[in-house]
């Protein structure tokens, strides 16, 4: 029942608090030419959360700079949101990971527990053995894990690899967290497909 702490408004509040702690870094930072980083954040409206999605989800936290002729935005990485994604990461981890496991869950089940529907949910198989094998980010990442995570069962045993014990949380932030480079802008671009 790996579902569980999903539902739990807490957990998402424990993501939006990593969140925070990530967009600081970012602003203490600074923009690459120097400037301050002021708040401009992304409305968002993620799904899979459940109704006990804390009021902070609706949005993604962002900054602008604030010197004229740069204005640019950085946006850092997150651990509640999958790039572009309208569903939040760890759903998108965790769904097909429940689909694609040794007992794969129905989808009629997963729907229910969702709200994503059965082509979306293929989408989320389709980009943890397709698409992600051939980014960047894995292929520097992968020689990481010993043995080697069998591609086939994505992301069934990226989710194995680091979720070892039932609804931790801090499980699920190390999880998150090894995948926030995937979280921004260009991180899932593969060579020759932009
Ligand atoms: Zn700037």
């Known amino acids: 029942m790996y579902h569980v702490l999903l539902r739990d408004a807490s957990f998402w509040k424990f993501l939006f608090e990593v969140d925070k702690d990530l967009a600081n870094d970012a602003r203490q930072?600074?923009?690459?030419?120097?400037?301050?980083?002021?708040?401009?954040?992304?409305?968002?409206?993620?799904?899979?959360?459940?109704?006990?999605?804390?009021?902070?989800?609706?949005?993604?936290?962002?900054?602008?700079?604030?010197?004229?002729?740069?204005?640019?935005?950085?946006?850092?990485?997150?651990?509640?949101?999958?790039?572009?994604?309208?569903?939040?990461?760890?759903?998108v981890v965790l769904v097909a990971a429940m689909r694609h496991g040794p007992s794969p869950r129905r989808v009629r089940e997963l729907t229910e527990l969702f709200g994503a529907d059965r082509r979306t949910i293929a989408g989320w198989g389709a980009f943890w053995r397709e698409h992600f094998p051939q980014t960047p980010f894995w292929k520097e990442r992968r020689c990481r894990f010993m043995p080697t995570l069998p591609m086939a069962d994505f992301p069934r045993a990226l989710f194995d690899a680091f979720i070892q014990h039932k609804d931790s949380r801090e499980d699920w932030k190390r999880l998150l967290e090894f995948l926030l480079p995937i979280t921004v802008n260009g991180g899932l671009a593969i060579k020759g497909n932009s």
């Open 29 to 91: 930072q600074g923009c690459r030419c120097g400037g301050r980083l002021h708040s401009a954040n992304y409305p968002r409206k993620p799904r899979g959360g459940g109704e006990n999605l804390p009021e902070s989800y609706t949005c993604r936290l962002s900054f602008c700079c604030d010197r004229d002729g740069c204005r640019k935005r950085t946006t850092p990485p997150s651990v509640r949101f999958l790039g572009r994604k309208v569903y939040l990461a760890a759903v």
